[in-house]
């Protein structure tokens, strides 16, 4: 067990970003921004790679492709380096399932998770992907996420909740009501409970404050949790952004609710 990770990827639309190869209208850069809509696709099932070049040697506990078609014999590489040099680097999860754990077969879309507890801090980044018999003849995905969270202890409480919700509209007519289902999407409702000032008033504020209600941020409840990680993992926005309220002299506490991105 792991302490819960909030934050945000490091990877923005001026990263330098290439790959092995692309479809012209999905190039690679897709994965820079934060629309699941918005993908980069191979041409093949070979040469499946994709590079990202941070510009200078920046903390990382977090990886992952994001929103993939991965299927079960699907894996995935991690590395991390110094440099553009991929003899012997520094980090490397060599290949490994892109599924978090199993039982996902319901999961249309699934991100590959690594997560380095003590960190990394390196400049180069590569995400490698084997799979040559892949029914689709492709490999997708919609966001490239390295990420150095912030990382509480004991302050995510009981009371927390995850939950499914459905986007749909009712119509009323004739004294009925005809609801029409739109897509199922998660939400993480937080809440936060601290004697540390650091944690909320600095901590949360700071990242409210970088993120606020229209930027993407990844949260997951155990980043180390080898059977429930995916689905405990939001790709989402902060839907509701509580107040930082002062208990007392020296206890804070405050709520956010993450809304996922489909």
């Known amino acids: 067990m792991a302490d819960p990770v909030l934050g945000f990827s490091l990877v923005d639309e001026d990263t330098t970003i290439t790959a092995g190869s692309a479809e012209a209208n999905m190039p690679v ?3 820079r921004t934060m629309q699941p809509a918005e993908i980069w ?3 093949a099932l070979s040469t499946m790679w994709v590079k990202v070049d941070l510009g200078s040697a920046k903390a990382v506990k977090v990886a992952g492709l994001f929103y993939g078609n991965a299927r079960s014999a699907t894996q995935i590489q991690y590395e991390a380096n110094a440099t553009d040099s991929w003899g012997a680097p520094t980090y490397d999860t060599t290949a490994v399932d892109w599924w978090p754990h199993s039982g996902l077969e319901s999961w249309s879309r699934v991100h590959s998770f690594d997560y380095d507890s003590g960190g990394h801090t390196l400049r180069w ?3 490698t992907v084997t799979d040559g018999t ?6 997708r995905a919609a966001r490239v996420v390295l990420m150095n969270p912030w990382q509480p202890s004991g302050v995510i409480q009981y009371g927390s909740a995850l939950r499914w919700r459905q986007g749909s509209d009712a119509l009323e007519s004739d004294g009925q009501w005809y609801h029409r289902g739109g897509a199922m999407y998660r939400e993480w409702s937080l809440d936060l409970f601290s004697a540390s000032k650091a944690d909320l008033v600095t901590n949360l504020f700071d990242l409210e404050q970088q993120r606020g209600s229209s930027s993407d941020i990844v949260y997951s409840a155990d980043p180390a949790d080898s059977t429930h990680l995916h689905h405990e993992l939001i790709y989402g926005v902060l839907a509701d952004i509580g107040d930082i309220q002062y208990v007392s002299n020296s206890i804070f506490k405050s709520t956010l609710r993450i809304r996922e991105i489909l």
């Open 29 to 31: 850069t897709n994965l």
């Open 41 to 43: 696709q191979t041409t």
């Open 125 to 127: 980044h590569r995400f």
């Open 134 to 139: 892949h029914p689709d003849g492709y490999i």
